[in-house]
T-cell receptor, first 116, second 116 residues
Framework: AQTVTQSQPEMSVQEAETVTLSCTYD???????LFWYKQPPSRQMILVIR??????QNATENRFSVNFQKAAKSFSLKISDSQLGDTAMYFC?????????????FGKGTKLTVNP | DTGVSQDPRHKITKRGQNVTFRCDPI?????LYWYRQTLGQGPEFLTY????????KSRLLSDRFSAERPKGSFSTLEIQRTEQGDSAMYLC???FGTGRVSQPQHFGDGTRLSIL
C-alpha cells in the first residue's frame, strides 16, 4: 500500500521569505501523480500544484514550486515570497491511476503559519 | 462553475441515529469521491463513483455506511446507527476523467458530523 509521510507537523515563516515543506512517499509503481493541497482554516481544500511522475521537470505555479526526486521518493513544496494568505494546512497526496484506483492518499499535513 | 457543494455544513446528532449527507459535484464532472477527515489527520478515502457506478470502496466503509449516486449527478452518504468514532469532517470531491486520465479533484467545504 502506498503511504505518504509529512515529517513537519508545524512550520512558520516570516512574510516575504521562502519556506520548504517536506513530503516523502512509498510506492512500487513507476507512474503516478503527486499533489500538494492547501486547506485554510475552516475553508475548503484547494489544489496548489500537481506533478506527474513520468515528467522530469519540476512543476511550478507562480510562487509555488516543487522539488521532485523520484529515486528518493521525495516531493517537497517551496513557497517563495510568503504571504499572510498562505497560512493553512498543507497536505501532500499521491495517486496511482494505473492500479485502477482514483483515490488520493494523503499525508497528515503540515500547519504553516506566515507571520507579519 | 459553482464548485462542489455539500449539505449540511454541520450535523449534530445523538449516538445511534442515522444521518445522510448530500454532495453536488461540479456539473461536468463524471467522477465523485468521498473522504473522511478526523482532527489532525489528512483525509482518508472512503469511496469513488464514475457516473452512477460505485467503482471502489475503502475498508473504512463499514456496513453501516452506504453511498449512492443514482443518476450520476449528486451523491448521498448515509451512516446508520452512528457511533462516537464517526465524528469527523466528511469531504466530497469531484473530477472529470476518461479511461485512466483524470483531472485533479476539486473539494467541497465538507460536512462536519458531531456525535453526542
Amino acid at each position: 500500500a502506498q503511504t505518504v509521510t509529512q515529517s513537519q507537523p508545524e512550520m512558520s515563516v516570516q512574510e516575504a521569505e521562502t519556506v520548504t515543506l517536506s513530503c516523502t512517499y512509498d510506492t512500487s509503481e513507476s507512474n503516478y501523480y503527486l499533489f500538494w493541497y492547501k486547506q485554510p482554516p475552516s475553508r475548503q481544500m484547494i489544489l496548489v500544484i500537481r506533478q506527474e511522475a513520468y515528467k522530469q521537470q519540476n512543476a511550478t505555479e507562480n510562487r509555488f514550486s516543487v522539488n521532485f526526486q523520484k529515486a528518493a521518493k521525495s516531493f517537497s513544496l517551496k513557497i517563495s515570497d510568503s504571504q499572510l494568505g498562505d497560512t493553512a494546512m498543507y497536505f501532500c497526496a499521491f495517486m496511482n491511476p494505473q492500479g485502477g484506483s482514483e483515490k488520493l492518499v494523503f499525508g497528515k499535513g503540515t500547519k504553516l503559519t506566515v507571520n507579519p | 462553475d459553482t464548485g462542489v457543494s455539500q449539505d449540511p455544513r454541520h450535523k449534530i446528532t445523538k449516538r445511534g441515529q442515522n444521518v445522510t449527507f448530500r454532495c453536488d459535484p461540479i456539473s461536468e464532472h463524471n467522477r465523485l469521491y468521498w473522504y473522511r477527515q478526523t482532527l489532525g489527520q489528512g483525509p482518508e478515502f472512503l469511496t469513488y463513483f464514475q457516473n452512477e457506478a460505485q467503482l471502489e470502496k475503502s475498508r473504512l466503509l463499514s456496513d453501516r455506511f452506504s453511498a449512492e449516486r443514482p443518476k450520476g449527478s449528486f451523491s448521498t452518504l448515509e451512516i446508520q446507527r452512528t457511533e462516537q468514532g464517526d465524528s469527523a469532517m466528511y469531504l466530497c470531491a469531484s473530477s472529470f476523467g476518461t479511461g485512466r486520465v483524470s483531472q485533479p479533484q476539486h473539494f467541497g467545504d465538507g460536512t462536519r458530523l458531531s456525535i453526542l
